[in-house]
């Protein structure tokens, strides 16, 4: 960790437009670090940068606070069949995987994920190689293996469980290896053979007691559902989140409403099974499935936010052809089925944060937060893509540290 430390340096960013993640923009900002946190920040001329610091002139430049992305495996490696990859390939050869998956992320300026469901405990001694400075990627909070029916979606990346006690046995042994969310399978998918996304999988009593296992060892649950029914099980249940969320009707909309569950659309990975044509690699089972749900699912987003329901940000990077370091194309997506840019970066940044629990310390650019931020050559509120675009890209700063971009060097 010494070594760690020494490269620490107090930095400050002048005359910058700054965007903080909360809504706000100030067109002429200074921001300063020191350490891992932000010392100072507000209009440059109110900022006081002490002297002995190192100053990156920002006229022309705007900064975000490092996105979050909440739904993503970085176990899967974008294939188009990645349940049979990954099935062939040797535990020790993911974990590989994924740690080149972990660092094409935080150069793409995603500083933190939510990993929602990977191969055996693999994401777990990945966070703790990136946390001792072995291996650069994002902050991670993981799920670890999937709670999934038996023969239900997901199995590749899963633990079958039937029965109250399997479940509560399932949740403290996902604890126990690291977990900090618990991740259930509430109805069918799209990968996974077999199984129909509109139906509902795992029972409300397995569910709810999921729900209370993980809320006794302190974890929030995220839930996969695509279906109506399998989400009303699922918010009935307890669950923060709503993973795809792709069916949603006006009733659902409701039970979102009233128990202020976030919504995390993952429009990115129907979007990209979907653009694919038969004879892609894609199985033609997933294929047809993502095919037959787009329009529908395109038509939730919008009930979402006619509605005003809570909105994070999440790809399910790692599916077909959704590419890890290609988060913030759902950005692109969200503006495009109407999310006006700021709210897209909101539900980037501080909404994600809040969803993950770690509003306090990131997804915003305040006094006394962690320095997770990107400096862009661009104006992302003008052009969401400008996000995407690795040669506007100057530097991501991972708690107070450039860690990717022409600032690193
Ligand atoms: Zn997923």
Redesign the pocket.
Known sequence: MRQKAARYKAIAIEQVRLIDGTGSVIDRATIVIRGTTIASVGPSRTVVVPPDITRIKGRGLTIIPGLIDC?V?LCLGAEPDVVSTLESEQPAYTLLKAARHARETLEAGITTVRD??SRDHLIFTLKRAIEAGLQPGPRIIGAGQVLCMIGGHARFIGREVQGAEQVRDAVAAQVAAGAQVIKVIASGGVLTPGTSPDEAQMTVEELRTAVEEAKRLGRPVAA?AHGATGMANAILAGARSI?HATLLDDETADLFEHHAVYMVP?LS?LATTAACRRGCGIPDSALDKAKAMTKRHHASFKLARRRGLLIAMGT?AG?PFNHHGDNAQELERMVALGMAPMEAIIASTSGAARLIGAGDRIGSLARGMVADLVVINGDPLAHIDHLRDRNRMLGVMQAGRFVAGPLAQ
């Open positions: 739904h495996h929602v469901g996969h993973e993952t990975a399910d599916t």
